[in-house]
């Protein structure tokens, strides 16, 4: 784990998303109010996303056009159990998607596509740091 700012999330968020290949998927779980949102958002710029992304916890997915294709943005907080994962489109995501972005992934159970990348993004004493780790 190593504590970094926001700014510092947001860079590396941006850079991360340059350099991932065409059909990434990124899982990121942690605390609410961790950095979650900020780090997809910051790689969604760098997928070629003008807009960023918004938390897409009231809708479960919102869909982004990239520089190469489309962006999933996933958040299955709200997800009450596993089996209504079924109801997201996965197949069809895996299929179009440049970047499939998964927050609270493990909700989503054997739905998950596997050998994602995944970060943990935690709360730190010092108000202004966030401890990110990919695990």
């Not at 969604?44 to 809708?59: D, E, F, H, I, Q």
């Not at 997915?61 to 999933?72: L, T």
């Not at 596993?82 to 998964?102: F, H, I, K, P, R």
């Amino acid at each position: 784990m190593r504590p970094v700012t926001l700014d510092e999330l947001q860079a590396y968020g941006e850079s991360l998303g340059r350099e991932l290949p065409a059909g990434a998927v990124l899982l990121f779980d942690g605390e609410l109010g961790a950095g979650k949102t900020t780090l997809i958002t910051a790689i969604a710029r760098g997928l070629g996303v003008p807009t960023g992304a918004t938390s897409p916890t009231y809708g479960l997915v919102h869909r982004y056009q990239g520089r190469r294709g489309p962006v999933f943005h996933l958040d299955c907080y709200r997800l009450k159990q596993t089996e209504d994962a079924a109801d997201l489109g996965w197949d069809q995501m895996l299929t179009q998607a440049d970047a499939l972005l998964v927050e609270w992934p493990d909700r989503a159970g054997s739905w998950l596509p596997q050998g994602g990348r995944r970060f943990h993004l935690s709360h730190l004493a010092e108000p202004d740091l966030r401890g990110l780790e990919e695990r």
